[in-house]
């Protein structure tokens, strides 16, 4: 069973919008939330990754919503460039270890 | 430069054949992953590894093995029993502890001939 699902799997915008991506968790020992950025042919690098005790994290055009009695979390990315176009991975990490839980990824597409 | 090495970059298995995937890294990370990649279907953890000489089943395991016979090596065999190998599979280190970065390999890809 998929530990945290992720939506939407694919998701198109123009320059300079903002896409939004979701991922959902029911286990409450998971307690940091990664999001990972893959180019094609290349590994998922680290992008940006929240504890449950922020609501919200910034790191320039990226931003983590966190809303921990809902169990989601989502990633929003502001003026979004072709540059961005992208697989996007959210994960989860129990708080008893390093078993990474990923989510489905999502495809983004930004067209210029 | 420290990171993780993985090679090939593409493989082609014949039916019945082992194929061995290398994975190396520098980064002296006490953990390490294998994962493969199917399109749709995200990053399923095939094995993982605490420290040397150990290793755990991750969800996907049967068809594969592995060995960590030194700390910054951990090859993984698909066999013959994995009838389905065709896929991305990723390798990754991390640190062993709370919110450690998980880095990844560039992957590689196996197809059947």
Known sequence: ?112 | DGGITQSPKYLFRKEGQNVTLSCEQNLNHDAMYWYRQDPGQGLRLIYYSQIVNDFQKGDIAEGYSVSREKKESFPLTVTSAQKNPTAFYLCASSGWGRGEKLFFGSGTQLSVL
Not at chain 1, 23 to 41: K, L, R, S, V
Not at chain 1, 66 to 83: E, R, T, V
Not at chain 1, 98 to 110: A, E, W
């Open chain 1, 1 to 112: 069973q998929q530990q945290v699902k992720q939506s939407p799997q694919s998701l198109i915008v123009q320059k300079g919008g903002i896409p939004i991506i979701n991922c959902a968790y029911e286990n409450t020992a998971f307690d940091y939330f990664p999001w990972y950025q893959q180019f094609p042919g290349k590994g998922p690098a680290l992008l940006i990754a929240i504890r449950p005790d922020v609501s919200e994290k910034k790191e320039g055009r990226f931003t983590i919503s966190f809303n921990k009695s809902a169990k989601q979390f989502s990633l929003h990315i502001m003026d979004s460039q072709p540059g961005d176009s992208a697989t996007y991975f959210c994960a989860a990490i129990k708080n008893t270890g390093n078993q990474f839980y990923f989510g489905t990824g999502t495809s983004l597409t930004v067209i210029p």
